[in-house]
């Protein structure tokens, strides 16, 4: 994964109690900045909803009984 260099400021006892935090858990200060920020930009991200409202002609008259089983044969696999 490409990664790109930032520069950030942070108060001294912040910065002290990361320094700290880093050597208990025995990783790197930059490690556990990268931990940390990644955690943080997963929870604020918004989470994308899937609805799906239409209306199909699958062919199939017992479609709407047997859909979670054709999902699955069809897009459950890697």
């Given at each position: 994964m490409?990664?790109?260099?930032?520069?950030?400021?942070?108060?001294?006892?912040?910065?002290?109690?990361l320094?700290?935090?880093?050597?208990?858990?025995?990783?790197?200060?930059?490690?556990?900045?990268?931990?940390?920020?990644?955690?943080?930009?997963?929870?604020?991200?918004?989470?994308?909803?899937?609805?799906?409202?239409?209306?199909?002609?699958?062919?199939?008259?017992?479609?709407?009984?047997?859909?979670?089983?054709?999902?699955?044969?069809?897009?459950?696999?890697?």
């Amino acid at each position: 994964m490409d990664k790109e260099r930032t520069s950030i400021l942070l108060e001294k006892d912040v910065m002290l109690k990361l320094k700290t935090l880093a050597k208990t858990a025995n990783k790197s200060t930059s490690f556990v900045i990268r931990e940390a920020v990644t955690e943080y930009v997963t929870k604020k991200t918004p989470k994308k909803n899937f609805n799906i409202i239409g209306i199909v002609n699958s062919g199939d008259s017992h479609f709407a009984e047997n859909d979670e089983g054709y999902l699955k044969n069809n897009y459950g696999k890697d």
